[in-house]
């Protein structure tokens, strides 16, 4: 009686085709409804780091104006096939004292 117990076809039970199906419907429709989430978490994520680097740009100009006499940094526009070069003086606040 203590010999090997022998495992019988009918006691292992395995997935049927439309249990497998049931689930990868599932999936589909978790999916569905978190991509348009992660698509707009990607877009906003962007947003951010756009706004960042464009503070950067605006405090590098300003720095910079400060060690030149108040002068934005030196900038080349093509215009109908020419070039032009424009170095212009920031309008100065008036100061209050």
Do not use: C, W
Not at 48 to 71: H, P, R
């Amino acid at each position: 009686m203590g010999g090997n117990p022998v495992k019988n076809h009918s006691s292992m039970r395995a997935f049927t085709l439309i249990e497998l199906l049931v689930v990868i419907a599932i999936i589909a429709i978790l999916a569905a409804i978190l991509f348009p989430v992660f698509a707009q978490a990607k877009l906003a994520a962007k947003k951010t780091a756009d706004l960042s680097n464009l503070k950067q740009i605006g405090l590098a100009v300003i720095m910079y104006s400060n060690d030149f006499d108040d002068y934005f940094p030196e900038t080349t526009i093509f215009r109908l096939g020419e070039l032009h070069s424009i170095r212009s003086p920031i309008v100065r606040r008036l100061r209050r004292t």
